[in-house]
Protein backbone atom coordinates (compact mmCIF):
# COMPACT_ATOMS: atom_id res chain seq x y z
CA UNK A 1 0.00 0.00 0.00
CA UNK A 2 1.42 3.67 -1.02
CA UNK A 3 1.51 6.12 1.06
CA UNK A 4 -1.43 8.82 1.80
CA UNK A 5 -0.23 12.46 1.18
CA UNK A 6 -1.95 15.19 3.10
CA UNK A 7 -2.46 18.29 1.03
CA UNK A 8 -0.41 20.83 1.02
CA UNK A 9 -1.11 24.14 3.24
CA UNK A 10 -2.05 27.25 1.39
CA UNK A 11 -2.25 30.76 2.69
CA UNK A 12 -5.38 31.11 4.53
CA UNK A 13 -6.04 27.44 5.52
CA UNK A 14 -7.31 27.02 9.12
CA UNK A 15 -4.55 25.09 11.19
CA UNK A 16 -5.95 23.29 14.56
CA UNK A 17 -4.14 23.58 17.72
CA UNK A 18 -4.27 20.83 20.00
CA UNK A 19 -2.33 19.26 23.19
CA UNK A 20 -2.43 15.11 22.78
CA UNK A 21 0.06 15.51 25.38
CA UNK A 22 1.46 17.39 28.23
CA UNK A 23 0.54 20.79 29.55
CA UNK A 24 2.14 23.88 27.79
CA UNK A 25 3.33 26.17 30.33
CA UNK A 26 2.79 28.60 30.90
CA UNK A 27 -0.50 27.99 28.82
CA UNK A 28 0.17 31.65 26.68
CA UNK A 29 2.68 29.90 24.78
CA UNK A 30 -0.58 28.47 23.28
CA UNK A 31 -1.85 31.74 21.95
CA UNK A 32 2.49 33.00 21.67
CA UNK A 33 2.33 29.44 19.05
CA UNK A 34 -1.13 30.88 17.54
CA UNK A 35 0.06 34.27 17.02
CA UNK A 36 3.30 33.09 14.98
CA UNK A 37 0.73 30.71 12.78
CA UNK A 38 -1.36 33.63 12.26
CA UNK A 39 1.76 35.74 11.50
CA UNK A 40 2.31 33.22 8.53
CA UNK A 41 -0.83 34.21 6.91
CA UNK A 42 -3.31 31.03 8.33
CA UNK A 43 -6.07 30.94 10.53
CA UNK A 44 -6.03 28.86 13.97
CA UNK A 45 -8.62 27.29 15.89
CA UNK A 46 -7.21 25.97 19.30
CA UNK A 47 -8.54 23.03 21.11
CA UNK A 48 -11.22 23.29 23.75
CA UNK A 49 -8.98 21.65 26.32
CA UNK A 50 -5.44 22.52 24.86
CA UNK A 51 -4.51 24.11 28.21
CA UNK A 52 -6.15 21.96 30.11
CA UNK A 53 -4.17 20.59 33.37
CA UNK A 54 -4.84 17.24 34.61
CA UNK A 55 -1.76 15.83 36.36
CA UNK A 56 0.91 16.30 33.76
CA UNK A 57 -0.99 15.63 30.88
CA UNK A 58 -3.20 18.54 28.82
CA UNK A 59 -6.56 16.95 30.43
CA UNK A 60 -8.00 13.55 30.64
CA UNK A 61 -7.84 11.15 28.04
CA UNK A 62 -11.08 11.25 27.40
CA UNK A 63 -10.93 15.46 26.86
CA UNK A 64 -7.54 15.18 24.41
CA UNK A 65 -9.10 12.60 22.49
CA UNK A 66 -12.13 14.55 21.86
CA UNK A 67 -10.10 17.72 20.71
CA UNK A 68 -7.95 15.59 18.50
CA UNK A 69 -11.40 13.86 16.93
CA UNK A 70 -12.95 17.50 16.81
CA UNK A 71 -10.08 18.21 14.30
CA UNK A 72 -9.65 15.24 12.44
CA UNK A 73 -14.17 15.51 11.58
CA UNK A 74 -13.73 19.23 10.51
CA UNK A 75 -13.71 19.85 7.19
CA UNK A 76 -12.56 23.12 7.81
CA UNK A 77 -9.28 22.26 9.36
CA UNK A 78 -6.02 21.17 6.83
CA UNK A 79 -3.38 20.88 9.33
CA UNK A 80 -3.28 19.69 13.04
CA UNK A 81 -0.48 20.99 14.87
CA UNK A 82 0.74 19.49 18.50
CA UNK A 83 1.28 22.32 20.77
CA UNK A 84 4.13 20.40 22.40
CA UNK A 85 5.01 16.85 23.65
CA UNK A 86 5.63 15.92 27.40
CA UNK A 87 3.84 12.44 27.51
CA UNK A 88 0.49 10.95 26.92
CA UNK A 89 -0.01 10.67 23.64
CA UNK A 90 0.13 6.51 23.19
CA UNK A 91 -2.71 6.58 26.22
CA UNK A 92 -5.49 7.92 23.79
CA UNK A 93 -4.57 6.28 20.35
CA UNK A 94 -7.37 4.22 20.63
CA UNK A 95 -9.65 6.70 21.22
CA UNK A 96 -8.55 8.27 17.58
CA UNK A 97 -11.21 7.81 15.02
CA UNK A 98 -8.45 6.93 11.99
CA UNK A 99 -11.55 6.05 9.87
CA UNK A 100 -12.37 9.71 9.79
CA UNK A 101 -8.70 10.46 9.06
CA UNK A 102 -8.73 8.44 6.08
CA UNK A 103 -11.52 9.51 4.70
CA UNK A 104 -10.09 13.26 4.77
CA UNK A 105 -6.77 13.16 5.07
CA UNK A 106 -4.61 16.23 6.37
CA UNK A 107 -1.32 17.43 7.59
CA UNK A 108 -0.17 15.88 11.23
CA UNK A 109 2.65 17.79 13.05
CA UNK A 110 4.51 17.69 16.14
CA UNK A 111 7.08 15.18 17.55
CA UNK A 112 8.75 13.91 20.11
CA UNK A 113 5.62 12.37 22.44
CA UNK A 114 3.60 12.40 19.37
CA UNK A 115 5.46 9.87 18.01
CA UNK A 116 3.18 7.15 19.65
CA UNK A 117 0.60 9.07 17.65
CA UNK A 118 2.32 9.66 14.40
CA UNK A 119 2.95 5.53 14.45
CA UNK A 120 -0.30 5.11 15.30
CA UNK A 121 -1.48 7.07 12.17
CA UNK A 122 1.27 5.48 10.08
CA UNK A 123 -0.04 1.57 10.84
CA UNK A 124 -3.83 2.34 10.70
CA UNK A 125 -3.75 4.97 7.83
CA UNK A 126 -0.45 5.28 6.01
CA UNK A 127 -0.90 9.07 6.14
CA UNK A 128 2.49 10.71 5.76
CA UNK A 129 3.07 12.78 8.87
CA UNK A 130 5.71 15.42 10.21
CA UNK A 131 7.77 14.88 13.38
CA UNK A 132 9.42 18.45 13.58
CA UNK A 133 8.90 21.85 15.69
CA UNK A 134 5.93 22.80 17.96
CA UNK A 135 3.99 26.01 18.42
CA UNK A 136 3.98 26.19 21.71
CA UNK A 137 7.79 25.37 22.07
CA UNK A 138 9.92 26.36 19.28
CA UNK A 139 7.11 28.13 17.31
CA UNK A 140 7.95 31.22 19.62
CA UNK A 141 9.94 34.43 18.42
CA UNK A 142 12.14 34.54 17.91
CA UNK A 143 11.88 31.26 15.52
CA UNK A 144 15.30 29.82 14.27
CA UNK A 145 15.42 30.25 10.83
CA UNK A 146 17.16 27.01 9.97
CA UNK A 147 14.11 25.52 11.95
CA UNK A 148 11.78 27.80 10.38
CA UNK A 149 12.82 26.93 6.59
CA UNK A 150 12.68 23.13 6.74
CA UNK A 151 9.48 22.81 8.33
CA UNK A 152 7.49 25.01 6.17
CA UNK A 153 9.02 24.15 3.28
CA UNK A 154 7.84 20.29 3.52
CA UNK A 155 4.52 21.40 4.29
CA UNK A 156 3.81 23.72 1.27
CA UNK A 157 5.90 22.90 -1.59
CA UNK A 158 5.08 19.55 -2.60
CA UNK A 159 8.72 18.95 -3.72
CA UNK A 160 11.56 16.23 -3.04
CA UNK A 161 14.20 17.64 -0.26
CA UNK A 162 16.82 16.82 0.76
CA UNK A 163 17.20 16.41 4.95
CA UNK A 164 20.31 17.63 5.63
CA UNK A 165 22.27 19.66 8.75
CA UNK A 166 23.27 23.35 8.40
CA UNK A 167 27.44 23.28 7.03
CA UNK A 168 28.79 23.82 10.03
CA UNK A 169 27.29 21.14 12.19
CA UNK A 170 28.28 17.60 9.42
CA UNK A 171 26.69 14.94 11.10
CA UNK A 172 29.03 11.79 11.91
CA UNK A 173 29.39 8.49 9.08
CA UNK A 174 28.98 5.02 10.87
CA UNK A 175 29.01 2.73 8.65
CA UNK A 176 28.71 3.61 4.86
CA UNK A 177 26.92 2.79 1.44
CA UNK A 178 23.32 4.02 0.60
CA UNK A 179 19.58 2.79 1.32
CA UNK A 180 16.83 3.86 0.53
CA UNK A 181 13.01 2.98 2.23
CA UNK A 182 10.34 4.45 4.22
CA UNK A 183 11.31 7.09 6.72
CA UNK A 184 10.14 6.20 10.24
CA UNK A 185 10.83 6.16 13.47
CA UNK A 186 11.34 9.52 16.16
CA UNK A 187 11.85 9.57 19.65
CA UNK A 188 13.12 6.08 20.73
CA UNK A 189 11.47 6.16 23.77
CA UNK A 190 7.91 6.09 22.62
CA UNK A 191 9.20 3.48 19.11
CA UNK A 192 10.27 0.97 22.28
CA UNK A 193 7.11 1.62 23.97
CA UNK A 194 4.92 0.90 20.89
CA UNK A 195 6.47 -2.03 19.92
CA UNK A 196 4.76 -5.18 20.89
CA UNK A 197 0.96 -3.35 20.53
CA UNK A 198 -1.46 -3.45 17.48
CA UNK A 199 -0.14 0.74 16.66
CA UNK A 200 3.32 -1.01 15.65
CA UNK A 201 3.73 -0.57 12.29
CA UNK A 202 6.74 -2.84 10.25
CA UNK A 203 10.04 -1.37 10.23
CA UNK A 204 11.42 -3.61 7.22
CA UNK A 205 13.07 -1.44 4.58
CA UNK A 206 12.61 1.58 6.41
CA UNK A 207 15.16 4.42 7.09
CA UNK A 208 14.88 4.20 10.72
CA UNK A 209 15.53 7.62 12.09
CA UNK A 210 15.90 7.98 16.21
CA UNK A 211 16.35 10.78 18.53
CA UNK A 212 16.02 11.07 22.34
CA UNK A 213 16.55 13.46 25.47
CA UNK A 214 17.28 13.12 28.96
CA UNK A 215 18.27 9.13 28.97
CA UNK A 216 21.38 7.90 30.53
CA UNK A 217 23.23 5.78 28.00
CA UNK A 218 21.99 2.05 29.82
CA UNK A 219 18.44 3.12 29.32
CA UNK A 220 19.68 4.06 25.34
CA UNK A 221 21.11 0.56 25.29
CA UNK A 222 18.08 -1.03 26.44
CA UNK A 223 15.83 0.72 23.98
CA UNK A 224 18.34 -0.32 21.25
CA UNK A 225 18.47 -3.75 22.18
CA UNK A 226 14.77 -3.89 22.52
CA UNK A 227 14.49 -3.17 19.14
CA UNK A 228 17.12 -5.62 17.66
CA UNK A 229 15.56 -8.07 20.43
CA UNK A 230 12.01 -7.46 18.99
CA UNK A 231 13.13 -8.14 14.58
CA UNK A 232 13.58 -4.20 14.41
CA UNK A 233 15.27 -4.35 10.51
CA UNK A 234 15.74 -1.51 8.71
CA UNK A 235 17.71 -0.88 5.70
CA UNK A 236 19.33 2.06 7.02
CA UNK A 237 19.54 4.32 10.55
CA UNK A 238 19.78 8.30 11.08
CA UNK A 239 20.39 9.02 14.86
CA UNK A 240 19.39 12.22 15.74
CA UNK A 241 20.62 14.56 18.66
CA UNK A 242 20.17 12.58 21.95
CA UNK A 243 20.18 15.31 24.58
CA UNK A 244 20.99 15.38 27.61
CA UNK A 245 22.14 11.66 27.29
CA UNK A 246 25.38 11.55 29.87
CA UNK A 247 25.75 9.53 32.76
CA UNK A 248 24.44 11.06 35.96
CA UNK A 249 27.54 9.64 37.34
CA UNK A 250 30.19 10.66 35.49
CA UNK A 251 32.65 8.59 37.75
CA UNK A 252 31.03 5.40 37.10
CA UNK A 253 31.68 3.44 34.29
CA UNK A 254 29.45 4.12 31.48
CA UNK A 255 29.42 3.59 27.19
CA UNK A 256 28.83 6.52 25.65
CA UNK A 257 26.02 7.14 23.37
CA UNK A 258 28.14 7.30 19.81
CA UNK A 259 29.67 3.66 21.27
CA UNK A 260 25.84 2.36 21.56
CA UNK A 261 25.07 3.58 18.47
CA UNK A 262 27.84 2.58 16.60
CA UNK A 263 27.02 -0.66 18.08
CA UNK A 264 23.30 -0.90 17.54
CA UNK A 265 24.42 0.06 13.26
CA UNK A 266 27.19 -2.09 13.55
CA UNK A 267 24.82 -5.53 14.68
CA UNK A 268 22.49 -4.66 11.94
CA UNK A 269 25.14 -4.15 9.31
CA UNK A 270 22.90 -1.67 7.47
CA UNK A 271 24.33 2.12 6.40
CA UNK A 272 24.20 4.31 9.24
CA UNK A 273 24.69 7.96 10.44
CA UNK A 274 24.75 9.98 13.49
CA UNK A 275 24.47 13.40 14.57
CA UNK A 276 21.54 14.19 12.18
CA UNK A 277 19.96 17.98 13.27
CA UNK A 278 16.91 16.18 14.22
CA UNK A 279 15.52 16.11 17.91
CA UNK A 280 15.54 18.21 21.19
CA UNK A 281 17.53 21.38 19.85
CA UNK A 282 16.56 24.37 18.66
CA UNK A 283 17.76 24.41 15.20
CA UNK A 284 16.22 20.81 13.73
CA UNK A 285 14.57 19.35 10.55
CA UNK A 286 12.03 18.18 10.28
CA UNK A 287 11.07 14.38 9.10
CA UNK A 288 8.55 13.27 7.08
CA UNK A 289 7.41 10.20 8.44
CA UNK A 290 6.04 7.68 5.99
CA UNK A 291 7.97 8.98 2.88
CA UNK A 292 10.51 6.98 0.67
CA UNK A 293 13.99 8.44 0.99
CA UNK A 294 17.62 7.07 -0.16
CA UNK A 295 20.35 7.58 3.13
CA UNK A 296 23.77 8.67 1.66
CA UNK A 297 26.48 8.38 4.68
CA UNK A 298 29.27 9.45 2.39
CA UNK A 299 27.11 12.61 1.63
CA UNK A 300 25.77 12.90 5.52
CA UNK A 301 21.95 13.24 3.44
CA UNK A 302 18.74 12.13 3.04
CA UNK A 303 17.16 12.54 -0.65
CA UNK A 304 13.28 12.28 -0.27
CA UNK A 305 11.96 10.51 -3.48
CA UNK A 306 8.81 11.85 -3.16
CA UNK A 307 6.80 14.93 -2.47
CA UNK A 308 5.68 14.60 1.48
CA UNK A 309 1.83 16.59 0.60
CA UNK A 310 0.18 16.55 -2.65
Known amino acids: MR ?65 L ?13 ASRGGYGSQRIVSAVDFDALRQQPKIVSGFSDITGLQLAIWRRCKLVTFSGPMPAVEFRQ ?24 PPELPPRTILPGTASGVLLGGNLALVAATLGTTYCPSFRN ?35 KFTLCAPKDPQAPSFTIPQLQDDFARRLNVPAIAELQYGHVPKKLTVPFGVRARLD ?7 MLEPAVT
Not at 213 to 239: I, K
Open 69 to 81: NAMIRDSRVKAIF
Open 206 to 240: SILVLEDVGEEPYRVDRMLTQLRNAGVCPSGVAFG
Open 142 to 165: PVDPYTEERFWRLLVSGECEVLNN
Open 3 to 67: AVKPPRLRPGDLIGLVSPAGIPRPAEKIQLGARYLESRGYRVLVGKHAAREHGYLAGTDEERAED
Open 297 to 303: PAVGTIQ
